[in-house]
């Protein structure tokens, strides 16, 4: 009988034990996976059940609410933000955030040929309060900078601009398509520490020349996100109205 070479007999061999040793983690890891998908249904389980127990609190408290958004986020549910569907049914709050995208279109799009669409949250936090106390039916929940940054997501598919933006220390939102460049960011970034911009300002704390100073003023100003005053003691004086309150 004809014996095969050593070498081949170890490569069966090999390749043997490589598929024997896939099979078992290929077992292995479908055990874990069913295992995971078993702790992840009885979590969601018990998830709807907490949603039920505490329908009025999510509805009516913010802080809670916000607590239950994270929650359900780390296993991948987005309750509020869906207006149809078992969780809608549930919580009955299907169409807050969407309600509450419609205000935020309204807020930032009155005040927009005052602050060439840039808001710093806060400030539109205020507006919408006095907008929904004011409104039809009284007063409504009670929102919080979570609730208006989730609405925001909301509105993405319109393609309106509609954007959440970190200026320095300071959540600013967009309601306009166009996006600040590199320097408009800069003299924003600069104007929350010194209040208000001029040329002297600007050459010290920046380092720019006079021309590139004098660029990024205009888009400015061509963007509506600055005011002049030319009766300023240095020079023109240039005003971020997006960092004071205008109807106060």
């Known amino acids: 009988m004809r014996r095969r070479p050593a070498g081949i ?15 078992i983690g290929d077992n292995i890891a479908a055990k874990e996976l069913e295992q995971l998908q ?5 979590f969601k389980e018990n998830l709807q059940e907490f949603a039920r127990k505490h329908r009025k609190d999510i509805r009516k408290d913010p802080t809670f609410r916000a607590h239950f958004q994270r929650m359900c986020a780390n296993i991948g549910v987005d309750p509020l933000a869906s207006n149809k569907g078992f ?3 549930l919580l009955g709050v299907g169409d ?3 309600e509450l995208g419609i205000q935020i279109i309204e807020s930032c799009i009155a005040t927009r040929s005052r602050d060439g669409g840039l808001t710093e949250i806060n400030e539109l936090q205020r507006r919408l309060d006095i907008m929904r106390r004011n409104g039809k039916g009284g007063k409504q ?5 979570d609730d208006i940054v989730r609405a925001i997501r909301t509105l993405k598919p ?3 601009g509609f954007e959440v933006i970190p200026i320095g220390n300071r959540k600013m939102i967009r309601s306009v398509p166009k996006e600040l460049d590199k320097d408009q960011s800069a003299l924003l970034l ?4 010194t209040e208000y911009l001029n040329i002297n300002i600007i050459r010290n704390e920046l380092g720019w020349n006079d021309t590139r100073i004098k660029n990024a003023l ?3 100003l061509q963007d509506g996100l600055a005011w002049i005053d030319e009766q300023g003691e240095d020079g023109d004086t240039y005003w971020i109205p997006s960092y004071f309150h205008l109807d106060e």
């Open 9 to 23: 007999a170890h490569a069966q061999q090999r390749t043997k034990l490589d598929r024997d040793f896939q099979q």
């Open 38 to 42: 078993k702790q992840l249904d009885t």
């Open 87 to 89: 969780w809608a049914d």
């Open 96 to 98: 807050f955030y969407y």
């Open 141 to 145: 929940q009670e929102i919080t900078e």
């Open 158 to 160: 319109l393609s309106g």
């Open 190 to 193: 600069l104007a929350q520490k």
């Open 218 to 220: 205009d888009h400015l």
